[in-house]
């Protein structure tokens, strides 16, 4: 996977007059994995919109390798190398698991959805999305309906989702919020193994779990960004301390 | 919602019994009546591409079964077009104008979709009753809508009309069966499933909903085609929103999002309302009454029956 590239300058999202972001700017460098963390409210999700074409941004612009997307329609970002998983699961009910992750792959595919042949012709698009049920570890409720499974495994299938359309640029909204702590291990290690070799922005409130994965924590806070660094720089910052961490410097 | 392949093959064997009716009890009655079944099953299988596969509740495919109705009498009555050439451009006019409603409709989304189609349509309604008289010939309609001559055949004797509106009925019903089965089809259920899911992943939604809506409009166009044949007249009746009103019905009644169900609920409700316009002129009550009965107790409507049980405890159809 080459490029992969991210560029934020000086992005600013408000909702009415609150200003939910005010000057975001920083650069995510090819390969590298980002921990977004911060309080609930600080803008976190509200990035992953305005980078994701979800929200229209107030000012500032955004880039994918050098090329603008600031003002593209969410499928156009996608198709331009962009996945995104979504803090709330966002998953296709009344379809089988199986029949969910096959309409990302069709997705990623087909720019006309061919409408000549049954679905289940496309040999391909079968295989592509049993590969990635069997990364996501669902394979053995591969026809069950989406909706009925248990949360950590929609969970899994949330993730997955994002995978079938190859992204360079790959954005986790809290990828293990809810997950059972007997699913956990498993949870993180998915993660651990999606993130390499792909450009990351991972948003998660597990600490331990962020400061392993990442190469650099941003810390938000009400929409902007506090401080930056490797984890262990974030973790002795005592401004990050006493604002997020809740501790006395 | 999904019906097991031994409940689509019930309704497949309901809905083949039906077709055959006039085959055996000839003399022009029965085929005409199930002939109406199905030209106007062409009609709500089209409407739930829109309804049922991609969610999007139309209330303006009146518009689109009128245009198609008045483009074939229009072309044959007053240009001497053929009806084969005149029955293709009709399914171009209804995609047509399914086209340019959707440019309008399909940026907006829920209610608001429903009510901008209503609106639309009874624009055209009004259009062809009062300004375009000229072309429509205003309330008196057109009268005189040929039908088909087709290899010497005298397609003017219901029954053998009757056969030309079943190959037409099958060949529609086939093509939809294989959109619906196709990733085209899978991508409206998407998009109706979650939208922005459906986005995320890369799809057009705004795209898809237009093509879902223009290939209805095609599907109204044919089935207003060859209402105005089967009764040899076309007025703007056939654009009244009490039209889209009956298609909503019939399609809820079957059950939406399925193949056959539209078909079966387009046959009760037009067997309803044969057998108790008969006795009471309040037959559209009584059918109403039906209506809000099958609501509470069948909730996927008629294919629900046809569903596994988990499916059909859920109340709501997918
Ligand atoms: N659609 C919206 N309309 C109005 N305000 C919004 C909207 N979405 C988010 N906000 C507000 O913007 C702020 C940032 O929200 P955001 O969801 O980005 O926070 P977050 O950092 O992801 O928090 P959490 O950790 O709880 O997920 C919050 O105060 C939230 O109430
Ligand atoms: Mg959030």
């Given at each position: 996977?080459?490029?992969?590239l991210?560029?934020?300058e000086?992005i600013?999202?408000?909702?009415?007059?609150?200003?939910?972001l005010?000057?975001?700017?920083?650069?995510?460098?090819?390969?590298?994995?980002?921990g977004?963390?911060g309080?609930?409210g600080?803008g976190?999700?509200?990035?992953?919109n305005?980078l994701?074409?979800h929200?229209?941004?107030?000012?500032?612009?955004?880039?994918?390798?050098?090329?603008?997307?600031?003002g593209?329609?969410?499928h156009?970002?996608?198709?331009?190398g962009l996945?995104?998983?979504?803090?709330?699961?966002?998953?296709?009910a009344?379809?089988?698991?199986?029949?969910?992750?096959?309409?990302?792959?069709?997705a990623?595919r087909y720019r006309?959805?061919?409408?000549?042949?049954?679905?289940?012709?496309?040999?391909?698009v079968?295989?592509?999305?049993?590969?990635v049920?069997?990364?996501?570890?669902?394979?053995?409720?591969?026809?069950?309906?989406a909706?009925?499974?248990s949360?950590?495994?929609?969970?899994a299938?949330?993730?997955?989702?994002?995978?079938?359309?190859e992204?360079?640029?790959?954005l986790l909204d809290?990828?293990?919020a809810?997950?059972?702590n007997?699913?956990?291990e498993?949870?993180?290690?998915?993660?651990?193994?999606?993130v390499?070799g792909?450009?990351?922005?991972?948003i998660?409130?597990?600490?331990?779990?962020?400061?392993?994965?990442?190469?650099?924590i941003?810390?938000m806070v009400?929409?902007?960004?506090l401080?930056?660094?490797s984890?262990?720089?974030?973790r002795?910052?005592?401004?990050v301390?006493?604002?997020?961490?809740?501790?006395?410097? | 919602?999904?019906?097991?392949?031994?409940?689509?093959?019930?309704?497949?064997?309901?809905?083949?019994?039906?077709?055959l009716?006039?085959?055996?009890?000839?003399?022009?009655?029965?085929?005409?009546?199930?002939?109406?079944?199905?030209?106007?099953?062409?009609f709500?299988?089209?409407?739930?591409?829109v309804?049922?596969t991609a969610?999007?509740?139309?209330?303006?495919?009146?518009?689109?079964l009128?245009?198609?109705?008045?483009?074939?009498?229009?072309?044959?009555?007053?240009?001497?077009?053929?009806?084969?050439?005149?029955?293709?451009?009709?399914?171009?006019?209804?995609?047509?104008?399914?086209?340019g409603?959707?440019?309008?409709?399909?940026?907006?989304s829920?209610?608001f979709?429903s009510?901008l189609t209503?609106a639309?349509?009874?624009?055209?309604y009004?259009l062809?009753?009062?300004k375009?008289?000229?072309?429509?010939?205003?309330l008196?309609?057109?009268?005189?809508v040929?039908?088909?001559?087709?290899?010497?055949?005298?397609l003017y004797?219901?029954?053998n009309?009757y056969?030309?509106?079943?190959?037409?009925?099958l060949i529609?019903l086939?093509l939809m069966?294989?959109?619906?089965a196709?990733?085209?089809g899978?991508?409206?259920r998407?998009v109706?499933?979650n939208?922005?899911?459906?986005?995320?992943?890369?799809?057009?939604?705004?795209?898809?909903?237009?093509?879902?809506?223009?290939?209805?409009g095609?599907y109204?166009?044919?089935?207003?085609?060859?209402?105005?044949?089967?009764?040899?007249?076309?007025?703007?009746q056939?654009?009244?929103?009490?039209?889209?009103?009956?298609?909503?019905i019939?399609?809820?009644?079957?059950g939406?999002?399925?193949?056959?169900?539209p078909?079966?609920?387009?046959?009760?409700?037009?067997?309803?309302?044969?057998?108790?316009?008969?006795?009471?002129?309040?037959?559209?009550?009584?059918l109403?009454?039906?209506f809000?009965?099958a609501?509470?107790?069948?909730?996927n409507?008629i294919?629900?029956?046809f569903?596994?049980?988990?499916?059909?405890?859920?109340?709501e159809g997918?």
């Amino acid at each position: 996977m080459t490029g992969g590239l991210l560029r934020c300058e000086n992005i600013h999202v408000a909702y009415g007059a609150f200003k939910a972001l005010s000057g975001i700017t920083h650069e995510f460098r090819p390969g590298h994995v980002y921990g977004l963390i911060g309080p609930n409210g600080a803008g976190k999700t509200t990035l992953m919109n305005a980078l994701s074409g979800h929200v229209p941004v107030a000012q500032g612009r955004a880039f994918l390798d050098d090329r603008d997307v600031t003002g593209l329609s969410i499928h156009a970002r996608t198709r331009a190398g962009l996945g995104r998983s979504f803090q709330i699961t966002k998953i296709f009910a009344g379809m089988t698991v199986l029949e969910n992750l096959e309409i990302a792959a069709f997705a990623h595919r087909y720019r006309v959805q061919p409408f000549w042949l049954p679905a289940g012709r496309f040999l391909k698009v079968r295989e592509a999305a049993e590969r990635v049920l069997e990364q996501v570890g669902l394979t053995r409720l591969a026809h069950r309906p989406a909706e009925y499974l248990s949360h950590g495994d929609q969970r899994a299938l949330e993730v997955g989702l994002t995978l079938l359309g190859e992204p360079r640029v790959l954005l986790l909204d809290e990828p293990l919020a809810g997950v059972g702590n007997e699913q956990l291990e498993r949870a993180i290690g998915l993660i651990q193994r999606i993130v390499t070799g792909r450009t990351v922005l991972l948003i998660e409130h597990n600490m331990d779990v962020v400061m392993r994965i990442s190469h650099e924590i941003l810390v938000m806070v009400q929409g902007q960004i506090l401080a930056t660094g490797s984890p262990e720089q974030v973790r002795n910052n005592p401004a990050v301390r006493s604002a997020y961490l809740g501790e006395e410097p | 919602m999904k019906t097991t392949w031994l409940g689509t093959a019930l309704m497949g064997l309901i809905v083949g019994a039906m077709i055959l009716v006039p085959f055996v009890w000839t003399g022009g009655e029965a085929a005409n009546l199930v002939a109406l079944i199905l030209v106007w099953a062409l009609f709500a299988i089209g409407f739930d591409l829109v309804f049922g596969t991609a969610g999007m509740l139309s209330f303006g495919h009146a518009a689109l079964l009128g245009s198609g109705g008045y483009a074939l009498a229009i072309l044959t009555v007053a240009h001497g077009w053929g009806f084969m050439p005149a029955l293709g451009m009709a399914a171009l006019v209804g995609a047509a104008m399914a086209f340019g409603l959707s440019i309008f409709a399909v940026r907006v989304s829920g209610l608001f979709f429903s009510l901008l189609t209503l609106a639309l349509a009874q624009m055209i309604y009004v259009l062809a009753s009062t300004k375009l008289r000229g072309l429509t010939g205003g309330l008196d309609g057109i009268a005189g809508v040929p039908r088909p001559a087709l290899f010497g055949i005298d397609l003017y004797d219901n029954d053998n009309f009757y056969v030309f509106i079943v190959v037409v009925f099958l060949i529609g019903l086939g093509l939809m069966a294989l959109l619906r089965a196709s990733p085209f089809g899978r991508s409206l259920r998407a998009v109706q499933a979650n939208e922005v899911r459906a986005a995320q992943l890369g799809y057009n939604v705004q795209r898809l909903r237009q093509a879902a809506f223009v290939i209805s409009g095609a599907y109204a166009g044919v089935a207003g085609s060859l209402l105005a044949s089967l009764i040899f007249y076309i007025s703007p009746q056939m654009l009244h929103w009490s039209v889209s009103g009956d298609v909503l019905i019939m399609t809820v009644l079957g059950g939406k999002g399925t193949l056959l169900g539209p078909v079966l609920g387009v046959a009760v409700f037009e067997l309803l309302k044969e057998e108790l316009s008969q006795y009471t002129q309040y037959w559209y009550g009584i059918l109403g009454a039906v209506f809000i009965a099958a609501t509470i107790f069948l909730p996927n409507g008629i294919a629900g029956l046809f569903a596994p049980r988990r499916d059909r405890d859920k109340g709501e159809g997918r």
